[in-house]
């Protein structure tokens, strides 16, 4: 498993009942997550007493309950710094699991980067920003796309909080698959790819992503826009379908043909303080040439 275990700033502390309790810097959440199918004792004090509960709704969706947290503060992952904001849905703006791939991908990127290649990496459903952000510190320059106005100007606040803000990174609000399309009309192409796809998104005109249907094929574009000499793909996917031997088979077909290399997959995790389990939090899929 991928285990996201360098974080000082983020820890699960215990999981039971369809529920997490975590923290978050100097913050404790409550919030649901579909893999706690166990009912453990809760014996850590903290889930009583909270700063924020997110509360499912049996309607679908939830609401957020706030006891004493501010509507936005800060953690830190090394030299990276992520605002943080529970807002609509159970989110916060930050998945930390990816600190597993942040980490694995940075390293490629350094060693590269020391023999002095210049690198182009492409993260799509970019979000917050937490692989756009790596990727840059560890000396790419980063093409970062997502269909909401919203996600990327809070992507862009990050970079400004963790020192970011000169770094090569060309932002960009557009619909992933549009983009990808015109990159190939244009003849741009990219050393590395990250992506994150939801099950199901909209760009920024309606266009619809139904990660089923659409995946496959826009892996295929994506091999199209790939230099010759391709340093990684990433796909990382909380999609139960979308297990790590599917990805694994799906980069072969498309990547590895193409382009020789090979590629890996496996869950992603995040470890349980209180109980030394290893949460499971979606899947990876990793290519290097
Ligand atoms: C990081 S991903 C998904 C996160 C996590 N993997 C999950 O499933 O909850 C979500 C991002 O994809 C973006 N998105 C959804 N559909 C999109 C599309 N068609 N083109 C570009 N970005 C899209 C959303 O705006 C959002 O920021």
């Known amino acids: 498993m991928y285990i ?20 978050w810097g100097d913050f404790f959440l409550v919030r649901p997550d579909p ?61 930390p699991e990816q600190a597993a791939n942040w980490d694995w991908f940075s390293s490629i990127i350094k060693g590269e980067a020391q023999k002095g290649r210049e690198l182009k990496v492409l993260n799509l459903f970019a979000y917050t920003g937490g692989a756009t952000l790596s990727a840059a510190a ?25 020192g970011l803000q000169d770094a090569p990174i060309r932002w960009l609000v557009d619909d992933c698959v549009k983009f ?19 099950s199901y998104g909209r760009g920024p005109k309606g266009e619809i992503w139904k990660i089923e249907e659409s995946i496959y094929p826009f892996i295929e574009l994506c091999a199209q826009i790939l230099s010759d000499e391709p340093l990684f793909f990433l796909i990382n996917s909380y ?5 790590p031997a599917v990805l694994s088979y799906m980069i072969n077909t498309a990547i590895v043909s193409r382009f020789g290399g090979c590629v890996e997959a496996d869950e992603v995790g995040l470890p349980v303080s209180g109980n030394g389990l290893v949460l499971p939090c979606g899947a990876s899929g990793r290519y290097t040439h």
């Open 4 to 23: 996201a275990d360098n974080w000082k700033d983020y820890e699960v502390l215990d999981t039971s009942n369809g529920e997490k309790l975590e923290r």
């Open 35 to 95: 893999q706690v199918i166990w009912n453990t004792p809760r014996n850590d004090q903290r889930w009583k007493k909270p700063n924020g509960h997110y509360h499912r709704s049996n309607k679908g969706g939830g609401e957020w309950e706030f006891f004493d947290l501010p509507e936005q503060w800060q953690i830190g992952y090394g030299d990276l710094k992520f605002n943080l904001k529970p807002f609509s849905f159970k989110h916060t703006g930050l998945f």
């Open 239 to 243: 999609t139960t379908g979308l297990q």
């Open 180 to 198: 990808v399309e015109r990159e190939i009309r244009r003849g741009n192409k990219y050393d590395a790819i990250i992506m994150d796809p939801p």
């Open 138 to 162: 560890a000396g790419a320059a980063v093409t970062h796309v997502d269909a909401s106005k919203g996600m990327v100007a809070w992507a862009k606040e990050n970079a400004v909080s963790s």
